[in-house]
């Protein structure tokens, strides 16, 4: 595709639900982020990929977030047992790799919590 | 920790003129990447320009450039001719290598640019 794409755009859970949020990343991009955006806020990071390997998830806020990328292509973010704090807009990232390659972002996928 | 200010929430222009948005960090590394990224309402973040630490030049992408302050620990974003579209939300982000072979880039809270016709 053209660009980072995210599935669902919206989605409501009710508290304790699980929820999984799809990314698909530019092709051939090596490297894929996960943020957090709090409403009003600059994105928080939670975990990064290379590749398949996640190399760096120590922005996750819980052992109830997970995130895996298992062909080094689509990745998922799941949350289990949801709850009102989750409530945020989930950004993925990703670039061709290091530092010098910007980012290209995808849409987000706003979670609201009830 | 690596820390990243905006101490400008809110700022206004007008169109064609000139603006200028702050941005401070901190860090005790020596080797990082900064960057701003513009949000637009649509949510859809783009990078505006990026800076090397080691380089002493500023970056410049047309309309936009940036003074960036090593030792001061500031990068500036510099707006010129500003135009409507140019309304957004700015982040300042600042990116390093971790120690696991990944990276990490954390952003400010961002300043919301109003371009007035």
């Known amino acids: 595709g053209a660009g980072v794409s995210q599935s669902p755009r919206y989605k409501v859970a009710k508290r304790g639900q699980d929820v999984a949020l799809r990314c698909d990343p530019i092709?051939?991009?090596?490297?894929l982020f996960w943020y957090q955006q709090a409403l009003g806020q600059g994105p928080e990071f939670l975990t990064y990929?290379?590749?398949?390997?996640?190399?760096?998830k120590s922005g996750l806020p819980s052992d109830r977030f997970f995130a895996e990328r298992p062909e080094g292509s689509v990745s998922t973010l799941k949350i289990q047992r949801t709850q009102q704090e989750d409530s945020a807009v989930y950004l993925c990232?990703?670039?061709?790799?290091?530092?010098?390659?910007?980012?290209?972002f995808g849409p987000g996928t706003r979670l609201t919590v009830l | 920790a690596q820390t990243v200010t905006q101490s400008q929430p809110e700022m206004s222009v007008q169109e064609a003129e000139t603006v200028t948005l702050s941005c401070t960090y901190d860090?005790?590394?020596?080797?990082?990447?900064l960057f701003w990224y513009k949000q637009p309402p649509s949510r859809q973040m783009i990078l505006v320009i990026r800076?090397?630490?080691?380089?002493?030049q500023n970056a410049t992408e047309n309309r936009f450039s940036v003074n960036f302050q090593k030792a001061a620990k500031s990068f500036s974003l510099k707006i010129s001719d500003s135009q409507l579209g140019d309304t957004a939300m700015y982040f300042c982000?600042?990116?390093?290598?971790?120690?696991?072979?990944?990276?990490?880039?954390?952003f400010g809270a961002g300043t919301r640019l109003f371009v007035k016709a």
């Open positions: 092709s051939g991009h090596v490297s």
């Open positions: 982000a600042f990116m390093k290598h971790v120690n696991t072979g990944g990276f990490k880039t954390i």
């Open positions: 990232a990703s670039s061709l790799g290091g530092r010098l390659h910007e980012q290209f």
């Open positions: 800076q090397e630490a080691y380089k002493q």
């Open positions: 860090t005790s590394e020596s080797n990082y990447y």
């Open positions: 990929f290379q590749n398949e390997a996640q190399l760096d």
